[in-house]
């Protein structure tokens, strides 16, 4: 894995001096820092797809800090501003917070309070750009639903895909449980010429023996006791179209013997029929497991598997391609929203993680009933970090510093970050409380939604 690019600031202050101590204070701290003396220079450099967090001084010439915060919030509502300030201009930059201002910082404050800052800004704004960039991809991929992916593999699977739907090579499909062998099956049948015609799915292994040959060939009227009429079978229904083999490996090997000789000749003899019928139709198999092994243990006919495996698509677990996940998971979540006329969750840094986590062994579809219950409300991202609680050792003021830390994390994870209605309930008087969030490096920014 390479190391990802250091994350861009744009440092904006008229003083020349704190522009070169604070870069190369971020900088040590692993910033690519792009110092500004003025906000109009600023501006100019920072668009709307800015891949980074400003910094900049409230009290400028010309062009202050408040009014660039204002611009840049025009061109992205979502863009982390942190403005430095006196103390008396903490009113101002308090009412900048509830315009959307991600945070402030009170002159003087030392480096370690400006990098914490930044760093929760940084977190903020890649989790903003991840969310914008999977609903793009999901944008683009949506005509090839439900092989969302942009990883290398599904890439190519897509490709290979689109590249055998016009052709008539029957395809085996191989794939763990759960990770989309008939949405395989619909791709290669809806992209290719035979989409308007049938596609019959069969699962072999859900049809008891007594009636599958009855349901695969069909049957003249009384080919047996009960058979008072004709009955089409599901391979002469797929005449013009195409027949997908569910669980392929599961089929009884008396009647493998029967499939082989129609995929050989392309006819099908009802039950009590003398007459094959010519059918004009693809075979899309699928198992999940490997044939040639299943051959040689002696559960499936070695014949039968040298003619299903022309060509092969593998289909690899979700494990196997992480990139794709929370594209999937927005996917399958934005698909239960419209159904259930819920909201779509957002992706969050701990429902990311949870996602990664996790080594879904029932693949998309244990992913889609996942994303379905988070949106009905029944799961949820791991749980909140518990505020720390007070040491057990330490000195007097060290414990009652911990406790009152405590209780305001609290209080803004409540609150969601609604600093008013924070002060409210604490009682305290604002610049007390703003003094108190400075010495415990706590950023209100950080408890919004």
């Known amino acids: 894995m390479t190391d990802s690019p250091p994350f861009p600031v744009a440092f904006v202050d008229d003083d020349a001096d704190l522009r070169a101590a604070n870069a190369q204070s971020l900088g040590l701290a692993g910033f690519a820092v792009q110092c500004f003396a003025d906000a109009a220079s600023a501006l100019e450099a920072v668009g709307a797809d800015f891949p980074g967090v400003v910094v900049t001084d409230l009290r400028m010439p010309r062009m202050d800090g408040i009014e660039l915060f204002r611009r840049l919030k025009a061109r992205d509502a979502e863009l982390p501003v ?130 599958i040959d009855s349901e695969l060939f069909g049957h003249e009227a009384g080919a047996f006791t009960g058979a008072q009429k004709k009955r089409i079978g599901q391979i002469e229904l797929a005449d013009g179209g ?47 497991l490997d044939l040639a092994r299943a051959a040689r243990d002696g559960s499936f006919r070695a014949d039968l598997a040298y003619r299903l495996d022309v060509v092969t698509l593998r289909i690899p677990p979700l494990r196997e391609r992480q990139d794709d996940i929370p594209l999937l998971f927005g996917h399958f979540a934005g698909r239960a929203a419209a159904r259930f006329g819920r909201e779509r969750p957002e992706m969050t840094d701990a429902l990311r993680r949870r996602l990664l986590a996790h080594d879904w062994p029932g693949n998309v579809r244990e992913l889609a009933h996942f994303a379905e219950r988070m949106v009905l409300g029944l799961e949820g991202d791991e749980a909140p970090d518990e505020p720390p609680p007070a040491p057990v050792g330490g000195t007097l003021p060290e414990r009652v ?49």
């Not at 609604?418 to 400075?438: C, H, S």
Request: proline share 4%; glycine share 8%; aromatic share 4%.
């Open 82 to 211: 942190v403005l430095i300030t006196g103390h008396g201009d903490i009113e101002t930059a308090v009412a900048t917070l509830r315009e959307g201002a991600y945070d402030f910082i009170a002159k003087p404050y030392p480096a370690d309070r400006l990098i914490e800052s930044v760093r929760r800004a940084a977190d903020r704004r890649r989790l903003v750009l991840e969310n914008r960039a999977l609903k793009t991809a999901l944008d683009a991929a949506a005509g090839e639903a439900p092989l969302v992916g942009v990883s290398p593999a599904m890439q190519a699977l897509r490709a290979r895909i689109r590249s055998l739907a016009d052709l008539d090579v029957d395809v085996l499909v191989l794939g763990e449980t759960g990770s989309g062998k008939e949405m395989v099956a619909q791709a290669l049948h809806q992209w290719g010429r035979r989409r308007a015609k049938r596609l019959v799915a069969l699962n072999c292994g859900a049809l008891p023996e007594s009636v």
């Open 401 to 449: 510093a911990a406790f009152e830390a405590a209780l305001l994390r609290e209080a803004l994870q409540r609150h969601r970050g609604n600093v008013p209605a924070v002060i409210d309930e604490l009682g305290l008087p604002r610049k007390t409380f703003y003094d108190k969030l400075t010495r415990h490096g706590i950023a209100p920014g950080d408890f919004r939604d």
């Open 242 to 288: 195409t027949l997908f083999l569910d669980e392929i490996e599961s089929m009884p090997l008396a009647l493998q013997t029967k499939l082989l000789r129609v995929l050989e000749d392309r006819q099908v003899t009802p039950l009590g029929g003398n007459t094959g019928r010519r059918i004009d139709m693809r075979v899309v198999a699928a198992t999940k």
